[in-house]
Nanobody, 126 residues
Framework: QVQLVESGGGSVQAGGSLRLSCAAS????????MGWFRQAPGKAREFVAT????????YYGDSVKGRFTISRDNAKNTVYLQMISLKPEDTAIYYC???????????????????WGQGTQVTVSS
C-alpha cells in the first residue's frame, strides 16, 4: 500500500520559512517523479514544484520561483520543499504527489500523478 505522509506545516509570519517533508512508503521511490501542489480555500489546486527521479531536474510554478526549493533523498524515500520569504498568499494545504513516470513537460498537471498525500496546512500571517 502506497503512503505519502507530509509533515512540517505550521503557522509562520510573512517573510518566514518552513520546510515541508513527504515520506513515501510502499513504492520504489527512485522510480517516481515527485511533486508538490497546494490548495487554498475556495481556490483550485495549484502546481508548486516537481522533481525528477534522480533529483537532477526541477520545475516550479511561477508564483514560487526563487522562493521555494524542491529536493529529494532517495535513500530516505523523502521529498522536501524548502520555503523562504513566505507570503500570506502562500497559505494553503500543501500536498505531496508521486508519478510513476519520468519528469516530462506537463508534470504541473495533477492528473499525471498516481498517488497523493493527505496534505499539511501552511498558514502565513501578515
Amino acid at each position: 500500500q502506497v503512503q505519502l505522509v507530509e509533515s512540517g506545516g505550521g503557522s509562520v509570519q510573512a517573510g518566514g520559512s518552513l520546510r515541508l517533508s513527504c515520506a513515501a512508503s510502499g513504492l520504489i521511490f527512485s522510480r517516481y517523479t515527485m511533486g508538490w501542489f497546494r490548495q487554498a480555500p475556495g481556490k483550485a489546486r495549484e502546481f508548486v514544484a516537481t522533481i525528477g527521479r534522480s533529483g537532477g531536474d526541477t520545475y516550479y510554478g511561477d508564483s514560487v520561483k526563487g522562493r521555494f526549493t524542491i529536493s529529494r533523498d532517495n535513500a530516505k524515500n523523502t521529498v522536501y520543499l524548502q520555503m523562504i520569504s513566505l507570503k500570506p498568499e502562500d497559505t494553503a494545504i500543501y500536498y505531496c504527489a508521486a508519478a510513476n513516470r519520468p519528469l516530462v513537460a506537463g508534470m504541473s498537471v495533477g492528473a499525471l500523478y498516481d498517488y497523493w498525500g493527505q496534505g499539511t496546512q501552511v498558514t502565513v500571517s501578515s
